[in-house]
């Protein structure tokens, strides 16, 4: 057992270990207020959570990437089941009330998902795209991991979760690219998204045609594809007023008080203002650890899940910030690097995937507490409290650590050094 | 060629690699000017989250009499209120005090939507808690979030009763109250003054409220004090000095009949300061401090003798033989007869008018009288002449002229117009052009008819007739600025030493015997005010000493039968101004005179006039709502 742990690739434990550490500290600090709350004492959960995701990434260790890809297809039937599932007996939990997000028995809140979900895309996709002999060429080759993880994001999309919904098509996007598929390929798959965003200003969606219209006669994909494409946004373009009222209220002051935090200081616009405003009074240095008072007030809305990143901001400050900021660079140019020397496609996109996942949660996370980009509540790998995500992260952190120690065995030297 | 060749791969590692160098610089770089570039406004944004202000009322000014004596002056109080947060936990709190802050669910229901109604200010519960309550709430204060105990200065009215419809009270400013200009400025929640001089000064009384910073959480509720530098210190009002005498007033609440309804005022005529201003049934303006009991209020509303009406500003009364004093001037003035003109027809006990014989409250009759004879005996005959002489149109004119249809202007809210007819149309349009006769004058002139008059305003008359004739807007504070009526009944003094003589008689030999001093000469009149709905209601003004007026004292008592109730209060005011021994009133047994016209005239209803018993609905204060 102890040969294994000195075997493991160190730049990735160390940063894992430190990253969960200065996450455990926070998320104490976090119940660190003035207001009683439940806050208080969640770190000790947090702690058995920890333990349990030790044990979880030590058994994912144990497991072999054939083992795994074979198991694949199971974990992901069964994850869109469950999904599936929370569509009918599913409940909300904390901020999300109205959502149906969790799985519960009994009254007892089980488990998300939605966080499990991600992970087995990641796999059936790293499945799929490794058992092509070339890389995605034609959109016809794209429609297959489309549909893997277009489904999870479906089902997560009308819990409603829009911040997963979301990460699921960046993990396709991003897994799409490490798979070789042409970036051309990418912008023209994400060009009816693009319409559709910009389909609020009519000048702008005019432009963006036009460029479009470029696009494709400098590319010149398949004439099919290109009609369809360019038939797609011209349908985002006419279908974005729709769509638009289709979102829930909640979801629509989320993207306006994106824009503009002031329209609506007290709702919407709430956590982004209070979230800038504890980060911003931080300054270079913070108020001290668990002395942020925005949060010791409890004017910081969600301190232990989606805003714990304000803490950090808060009371360590802009240091603090850096800090974090390079464990998680650290982390992830670790998981890049292992991703490069895997052994074979299927692990080497799945580590990549899995980058890609922390890549995802912590730009969103980290993005929305200084307004970046706009609130959707998903949680910052290690810091947030909560238990699916966090064995998420583990399963993907066992994954990577094995797919490093295959590769170290096939020869790999400098991985042990 | 296989897309996962390292040549590949590494190509795609370095965009990826290059991929998270730009995310996380922009990253860093928002963070930089967040955190760096943007401290110092960040900063400033967190520290004014955290503090929220109480507001730390001010104290009322202080009322006083004329002579000094305290009025209206504050007590420390204290009031309960719980800091703003979330209605469930707002319920939850006051479920846990219910029981020792005494409060029921109505009440409970009444905070939260005060709470609602200003959600970010704490939420009133107790106005005035007793000592009792707030010990027992502070040893717990631990246990209760959001508890607000406050030492505030309350008002307090040592003089309750006797004073409480001159001096007022004080309440919590309504929602409609605070649409209007003059309360725009009062916080929700704020205490204005609602009635009497705390409501027509309350500009001045009021004062202007300080703040006081506690630090609160999101939530609102209360962690620690701030800064005492960022308090505000209130400001107080400032103090009222008005012309009343309190031991007058209290002379007058002592001595007034037990158990009637009426009111009494007492006006220096040289000025028009208001000396006294009481009205019967009273009530206790204490109550109304920190919150009226619903059960008080409601006593209060529902009672028939309605206390909260100031009878001498808010209730109209037919004037009855008071008015021949009126009618009197009017004819001095215009000339038509002199002090002892007698009228064509002598007093048998009534007179045939037309069809119709309209009585002399004396059915022996008076015989024939002078001006000064008629108006000592209060001869029904005589003024039915006089009135035919004086015309209708005549004695419209004046006594619109004179202002006996509106206010009299005295500083006191909610002075209803007394009602007059407007002119010879008012009959037109009543009874139709051509179908009515001069007979109304008959009836305008014995003070019947179509006439309802305040009692501030029947007092004024005999102000100006106990003065030079002009009119002296009685006042309790300041003069109203521009009295809305004619200055002066325009009468010269030979005319109005006429009139002094006849009203003398009217207390020395005449109908108001009951009421001659030894030692002292008042000239007053009394009065019947015809009453469909019971007993009639009795008039007395008097005023002395006759030849040089220091006070005109007016009473109204209701269903006293006639004039003669009223008169031993308004003689002991005087004697008491004057420093009389107010027992030498003397105890006579007199002619009681019926004093009014002859058959109970049903006085027609118009939009225009009154029914004689009081529209109070406009005069009183709408509930307080706490």
């Not at chain 1, 956590?271 to 910081?300: N, P, Y």
């Amino acid at each position: 057992m102890l040969s294994r742990v000195r075997q493991l690739d160190k730049g990735l434990a160390v940063s894992v270990v430190a990253l969960a550490l200065y996450g455990l500290a926070t998320l104490y600090s976090a119940g660190q207020t003035d207001v009683p709350s439940f806050v208080t004492t969640i770190w000790k959960q947090q702690v058995v959570w920890l333990v349990l995701g030790l044990i979880v990434a030590a058994f994912t260790f144990r497991t072999s990437p054939r083992m795994l890809e074979w198991a694949t297809p199971f974990a992901y039937a069964i994850t869109l089941f469950l999904l599936l599932l929370t569509l009918f007996i599913g409940t909300g939990a904390g901020t999300a009330v109205g959502s149906k997000s969790w799985i519960a028995i009994g009254g007892h809140r089980f488990g998300q998902p939605a966080e499990l979900a991600k992970l087995a895309t990641i796999l059936m996709l790293a499945r799929w795209l490794a058992a092509q002999r070339e890389a995605p060429a034609t959109l016809r080759d794209l429609i297959i991991p489309g549909i893997i993880a277009g489904l999870p994001c479906l089902l997560v999309l009308k819990q409603p979760d829009l911040g997963s919904a979301i990460v699921f098509i960046a993990i396709l996007f991003l897994m799409l690219f490490w798979a070789g598929t042409k970036p051309s390929l990418l912008v023209l798959l994400a060009s009816p998204v693009i319409g559709l965003v910009l389909a609020v200003s009519t000048v702008a969606w005019g432009i963006w045609i036009a460029v479009l219209a470029a696009l494709l006669l400098w590319w010149r994909p398949y004439v099919w594809e290109g009609v369809a494409i360019m038939g797609l946004n011209v349908l985002g373009g006419v279908l974005a007023l729709p769509f638009w009222n289709r979102l829930a209220p909640y979801q629509q002051n989320r993207l306006l008080a994106f824009l503009n935090p002031d329209v609506d200081p007290r709702a919407a616009g709430w956590h982004v203002i209070q979230s800038k405003v504890a980060v911003g009074s931080g300054g270079l240095l913070g108020k001290g650890f668990t002395e942020g008072t925005q949060k010791r007030l409890a004017f910081l809305p969600a301190q232990h899940t989606d805003f714990i990143f304000s803490v950090v901001g808060e009371e360590l400050g802009f240091v603090g910030v850096l800090v974090a900021l390079s464990l998680f660079a650290w982390l992830l140019f670790g998981l890049l690097r292992v991703a490069r020397k895997a052994t074979d496609p299927f692990s080497s996109l799945c580590v990549f995937g899995i980058a890609g996942l922390f890549f995802t949660h912590i730009v969103e996370n980290v993005g929305m507490t200084i307004n970046l980009m706009p609130i959707t509540g998903i949680p910052l790998p290690f810091f947030s409290y909560g238990g699916s995500f966090l064995l998420a992260c583990s399963i993907g952190v066992g994954i990577a650590l094995r797919v490093a120690w295959e590769s170290r065995q096939s020869g790999y030297a400098e991985l042990g050094q | 060629m296989n897309a996962f060749h390292p040549h590949l791969l590494d190509r795609r590692l370095g965009m990826a690699r290059t991929g998270v160098w730009i995310v996380l610089g922009v990253m860093v770089m928002a963070f930089f000017r967040t955190q760096i570039l943007g401290h110092g406004k960040y900063q400033l944004q967190s520290e004014t989250n955290r503090l929220r202000p109480i507001p730390l009322p001010a104290p009322r000014g202080v009322i006083y009499d004329r002579n000094g004596r305290v009025l209206a002056e504050n007590v420390p109080g204290y009031t309960v209120s719980l800091l703003p947060g979330p209605e469930a936990n707002l319920r939850s709190t006051l479920a846990q005090i219910a029981s020792i802050a005494n409060i029921d669910s109505v009440e409970i229901e009444r905070v939260l939507q005060r709470a609602r109604r200003a959600p970010y200010q704490p939420a009133l519960v107790l106005g005035d808690a007793p000592f009792r309550v707030v010990s027992a709430l502070e040893e717990r204060r631990v246990a209760i979030p959001g508890l607000l105990i406050q030492a505030e200065p309350k008002r307090y009215y040592p003089d309750t009763a006797v004073v409480a419809h001159l001096v007022g009270y004080v309440g919590e400013v309504t929602e409609v109250e605070r649409t209007t200009r003059r309360f725009a400025t009062v916080r929700l929640g704020g205490l204005v003054g609602k009635y009497g001089l705390e409501r027509e000064y309350d500009d001045t009384l009021r004062g202007s409220e300080g703040i006081h910073f506690v630090e609160v959480s999101a939530r609102g509720q209360m962690v620690r004090e701030a800064d005492a530098a960022a308090n505000l210190a209130p400001v107080p009002g400032t103090d009222l000095h008005t012309t009343l005498d309190l031991d007058l007033q209290r002379y007058i609440s002592r001595t007034f009949p037990a158990g009637q309804r009426g009111a009494v005022l007492a006006l220096n005529p040289n000025t028009g300061e208001v000396l006294a201003l009481y009205s019967a049934p009273g009530f206790d303006p204490n109550a109304f401090v920190g919150g009226i009991s619903t059960s008080y209020w409601r006593s209060l509303n529902e009672s028939a003798a309605r206390p909260l009406l100031d009878r001498a500003i808010q209730a109209r009364y037919p004037p009855g033989s008071t008015w021949k004093l009126a009618v009197a001037a009017m004819a001095l003035k215009r000339g038509i007869v002199g002090p002892r003109s007698h009228m064509p027809i002598p007093c048998r006990g009534g007179l045939q008018y037309g069809n119709r014989f309209f009585r002399c409250w004396n059915a022996h009759g008076h015989g024939d009288l002078t001006l000064t004879e008629a108006i000592a005996q209060s001869c029904d005959v005589y003024f039915y002449q006089l009135g035919i002489k004086l015309g209708v149109t005549s004695l419209l004119e004046d006594a619109n002229e004179w202002g006996f249809r509106g206010r009299t202007g005295i500083d006191l809210p909610d002075e209803i117009s007394s009602e007059f007819p407007t002119g010879p149309e008012y009959y037109d349009r009543l009874y139709g052009p051509r179908r009515w006769t001069s007979a109304v004058a008959l009836n305008l002139a014995i003070g019947q008819g179509e006439n309802a008059q305040t009692l501030v305003q029947m007092v004024r008359l005999y102000q100006q007739l106990a003065s030079d004739g002009r009119v002296r807007t009685p006042f309790v504070v300041r003069r109203a600025a521009a009295p809305g009526t004619s200055a002066s009944l325009d009468l010269n003094p030979d005319q109005l030493a006429i009139l002094r003589r006849a009203m003398i008689a009217v207390v020395e030999e005449g109908t108001a015997r009951s009421g001659r001093l030894t030692g002292l000469q008042i000239a007053g009149k009394t009065g019947t005010a015809q009453n469909p709905h019971g007993a009639d209601h009795g008039w007395f003004i008097g005023f002395a000493p006759a030849e040089k007026p220091e006070i005109v004292v007016g009473a109204i008592i209701e269903f006293a039968q006639h004039g003669t109730a009223a008169i031993p209060i308004v003689s002991r005011t005087i004697a008491h101004y004057l420093g009389l021994e107010e027992t030498a009133a003397t105890r006579m047994r007199v002619t009681v005179p019926t004093d009014s016209a002859p058959q109970p005239f049903q006085i027609p209803v118009l939009p225009d006039t009154l029914p004689p018993v009081i529209p109070v609905d406009s005069a009183v204060p709408r509930p307080p709502t706490r």
